[in-house]
Nanobody, 124 residues
Framework: QVQLLESGGGLVQAGGSLRLSCAAS????????MGWFRQPPGKEREFVAS????????YYADSVKGRFTISRDNAKNTVYLQMNSLNPGDTAVYYC?????????????????WGQGTQVTVSS
């Protein structure tokens, strides 16, 4: 059993920054990815970024490359998403997710555990 808790969302003006946190409790896999997904209003959930826990390999959606950075803190068992240069298109509920074993990092169906989500709203 793994529980994930996101925090750090809020309202920010275009061009601003936010840092999301995902604290994990329970048994987590050191052989899989942890990732961030988001669901904009009226759209399906989409991949944002992922990190391979054991070696810190990172992957990003094209829409956020150069603006978002995913990282981890092993001591705190926490994953972060630093979001810079935010624009209204980034408005969404952001979800943290974890794999029980290594699978495709960008697929919604590749993750086993999900947090409740945190709202990010970017004003124009």
């Amino acid at each position: 059993q793994v529980q994930l808790l996101e925090s750090g969302g809020g309202l920010v003006q275009a061009g601003g920054s936010l840092r999301l946190s995902c604290a994990a409790s329970g048994r987590t896999s050191s052989s899989g990815f942890m990732g961030w997904f988001r669901q904009p209003p009226g759209k399906e959930r989409e991949f944002v970024a992922s990190i391979y826990w054991s070696d810190r390999s990172t992957y990003y959606a094209d829409s956020v490359k150069g603006r978002f950075t995913i990282s981890r803190d092993n001591a705190k068992n926490t994953v972060y998403l630093q979001m810079n240069s935010l624009n209204p298109g980034d408005t969404a509920v952001y979800y943290c997710a974890s794999q029980g074993r290594r699978r495709d990092y960008s697929a919604y169906t590749g993750y086993d555990y999900w947090g409740q989500g945190t709202q990010v709203t970017v004003s124009s």
